[in-house]
């Protein structure tokens, strides 16, 4: 009788402790994120007004969190622009991360006259890796894009493409 007792204390430490960091990694991702700039692979630097972004990262519980992306990049030289907007819900272990996307509008990929706006309803998952080390959450996300959360700032990059700055304003 005494070891299952001290069994089921040490698995609802595990638990709780589990439930905790997540809890804390949460809190550190938790928020309203501002995009202050973007730098390409040739070095131009782009900022406000021709590019600006919100990151919203909303928790539901210390699991799982409601997170939409709102991105407008504005081309100064053919004048033309893009959107994107994005709605997915996160969960995360203490390992891994799943997203699950439930609506992506796109503007600017495949615009017409006839279709301003591209819609992608159909819901898609991917899965990630999430660590942290050194106060800094990264999460990795399929083909090398990441993100790395350390205080108020985060970093968001896709190899070869990009690399976003990112503050939090609230």
Same mark, same amino acid.
């Given at each position: ?41 040739? &070095? ?99 083909? &090398? ?26």
């Amino acid at each position: 009788m005494k070891r299952w007792v001290t069994i089921c204390l040490v698995v609802l430490g595990c638990a709780s402790g589990c439930s905790d960091r997540l809890a804390q990694m949460q809190q550190q991702l938790a928020g309203t994120w501002v995009l202050e700039s973007r730098e390409l692979p040739d &070095g131009t630097e782009l900022r406000s007004p021709n590019i600006s972004g919100v990151f919203s990262w909303q928790p539901i519980d210390s699991r799982k969190a409601h997170v939409s992306l709102n991105l407008l990049v504005n081309n100064a030289e053919s004048g033309s622009r893009t959107f994107d907007y994005a709605a997915s819900k996160y969960e995360i272990s203490t390992s891994a991360i799943t997203r699950s996307r439930y609506l992506l509008i796109r503007q600017g990929y495949r615009s017409s006259a006839v279709t301003p706006l591209t819609v992608y309803p159909k819901g898609k998952a991917e899965k990630g890796k999430i660590t942290l080390e050194d106060g800094a959450i990264r999460i990795t996300h399929e083909r &090398g894009y990441f993100e790395e959360f350390r205080g108020n700032e985060m970093v968001a990059s896709f190899p070869d493409r990009f690399v976003d700055h990112w503050k939090r304003v609230q």
